[in-house]
């Protein structure tokens, strides 16, 4: 065993937690989303989800790198390992609430801080039961994710007396926490599920989950598909599933706010999946080369564009439908409006792409991403709001077309 080092307290957090998938895309969310809080503050029932969806995805980074702990064997061989990381992901859940908490300030709402207590409970317990029992990883996040995001839309405001309820249960769980069954023991199925969840990046969505209808869209995105895998097609699937939910719902309760914010999370963080699978393959060119249908390798990136165009045109159709079919129940259709966010996440999906292309150095590739995705759904939500004239449509259209031809260009550097 080796003995204990002197260590800065952030040493190692780049290799820990940006470079594998698995933790980066959701700790790559939290930071975004818990960012993003300041801007929502005038937005009372958008802020209420973006402090349930920041402090869920960053204890859930969290629950990501205790399987990654119970799949190795570093905690045992090398000393203070686990503390190490474990005090990392403790800071980070630290500086969320510290910036949630700020904005709950600004926007003066007390109720507010019944969702961020019931958002560290249920982060808690995503953290606890995975650290434990790697294989819930997947049910556990999506039922948690499922049910704050309902509570957040039918209570317009959570009771403040959950306030002091939610504080007592997370310090009983944190008091009690070694009752549970041994934290961090090695087990031979950590180890499978952290490898099933390294090569999906740790994806949401079952590995079967509707896998015999999506056979046409990886045809139709081939070679992106080749790329991706089968789970591309899935992505597009929730993505249309949860537009036609959301629809249906908005008949009921005004949730237009709530749909379009949720609706960007989900696309770029589908987009940031996809290229980090993406990445992974990037070195196995040869498989495509030898296909008839390509006679170099040229023709190969270029139809690797192609394939990142229809996906973005595929986005702009489903973004433009789902909002028209959002607002005609409670306003006039905002054509502009509408637009201008069709295109801004056509243009998010086309620049991330092109950042893909261009960057091999995953760390650097970690840090340009996680760049991208504020600003395309900073981008997205802002034309939703703002673009209500023809001037605000054409810079939009020109900068769609921009990110277009950046694609095209930076694919031959792949």
């Not at 002091?164 to 008091?175: G, K, M, T």
């Not at 770029?268 to 040869?286: A, D, M, P, R």
């Not at 092109?354 to 991208?372: D, E, H, P, T, Y």
């Not at 981008?379 to 054409?394: G, I, K, R, T």
């Amino acid at each position: 065993m080796m003995q204990a080092s002197k260590r800065t307290w952030y040493q190692g957090v780049v290799s820990f937690w940006l470079k594998d998938v698995g933790c980066a895309i959701y700790l790559i969310a939290a930071i975004i989303t818990t960012l993003l809080c300041f801007i929502a503050t005038g937005s009372e029932d958008l802020l209420e989800l973006m402090i349930m969806f920041s402090i869920i995805c960053m204890y859930t980074a969290i629950a990501w790198q205790s399987i990654r702990l119970q799949a190795t064997e570093w905690q045992s061989l090398v000393v203070g390992y686990r503390k190490h990381v474990m005090f990392q992901g403790k800071v980070f859940i630290v500086f969320s609430n510290l910036i949630t908490l700020l904005s709950i300030i600004i926007a003066d709402n007390i109720n507010l801080l019944a969702t961020l207590t019931l958002a560290n409970l249920v982060g808690i317990l995503i953290w606890f039961l995975n650290r434990s029992f790697s294989h819930l990883f997947i049910s556990v996040c999506n039922f948690s994710f499922f049910t704050t995001t309902l509570v957040c839309v039918l209570i317009e405001q959570l009771p403040v007396w959950l306030i002091p309820v939610n504080v007592v249960a997370f310090i009983v769980i944190v008091l009690f926490h070694k009752r549970f069954t041994p934290a961090y023991k090695w087990r031979p199925d950590s180890l499978v599920n952290y490898r099933n969840g390294l090569q999906s990046g740790w994806s949401p969505v079952p590995s079967g989950f509707l896998s015999n209808y999506g056979s046409s869209i990886n045809k139709g995105l081939f070679p992106l598909s080749y790329f991706v895998g089968a789970s591309l097609s899935q992505y597009l699937i929730l993505i249309a599933l949860f537009c036609a939910v959301a629809v249906t719902a908005n008949l009921f309760i005004n949730i237009i706010e709530h749909v379009i914010f949720v609706l960007t999370l989900l696309l770029f963080t589908i987009v940031t999946l996809c290229l980090w699978s993406k990445i992974q393959k990037q070195n196995s060119w040869e498989l495509l080369f030898t296909l008839p249908i390509y006679n170099s390798s040229q023709s190969v990136k270029l139809a690797l564009s192609h394939s990142a165009l229809k996906l973005a045109g595929m986005v702009a159709i489903a973004c433009f439908i789902t909002v028209v079919a959002l607002v005609i129940p409670h306003q006039e259709l905002l054509i502009f409006n509408t637009l201008g966010y069709a295109l801004g996440c056509a243009a998010g999906v086309l620049f991330s792409f092109a950042i893909s292309n261009v960057c091999k150095n995953i760390n650097l590739l970690s840090v340009f991403l996680c760049l991208s995705f504020g600003l395309n759904m900073g981008l997205a939500n802002y034309m939703f709001e703002n673009a209500d004239n023809l001037f605000m449509l054409v810079l939009i259209s020109a900068y769609t077309v921009m990110m277009a031809g950046l694609n095209r260009f930076t694919v031959r550097y792949m």
